[in-house]
Nanobody, 129 residues
């Protein structure tokens, strides 16, 4: 049973920074995907950043260049460094984990929430303009 616990959310002014953490436990697979998703009021949940256990990462266009996803393997913690925050980044942020998907070119991680079966409880990020 995978357990994910987020922390690090809060309120910040536009242009500021926050770092989110997601402590993971119970994952036994050597190859996996982890990601950060967010959901703003009245909007659908969307993928923000994805981390593949092979070390590759991927970002939504809206955050590329401002957010950085990484994993502290010693602490088994997924991190999201968010810089140059904008008002439109305001949302509940969720950590998720799931298996890699298989394609002819090799295994990969999806940006779709449908392929992630384990979720944290979420942490609120509020950016004031």
């Amino acid at each position: 049973q995978v357990q994910l616990v987020e922390s690090g959310g809060g309120s910040v002014q536009a242009g500021g920074s926050l770092r989110l953490s997601c402590a993971a436990s119970g994952y036994t697979s050597n190859r996996y995907c982890m990601g950060w998703f967010r959901q703003a009021p009245g909007k659908m949940r969307e993928g923000v950043a994805i981390f593949d256990s092979d070390g590759s990462t991927n970002y939504a266009d809206s955050v590329r260049g401002r957010f950085t996803i990484s994993k502290d393997n010693a602490k088994n913690t997924l991190l999201l460094q968010m810089n140059s925050l904008k008002h439109e980044d305001t949302a509940m942020y969720y950590c998720a984990a799931g298996p890699t998907l298989r394609a002819r070119s090799g295994d990969y991680c999806s940006f779709s929430q449908n392929f992630y079966g384990s979720w944290g409880q979420g942490t609120q990020v509020t950016v004031s303009s």
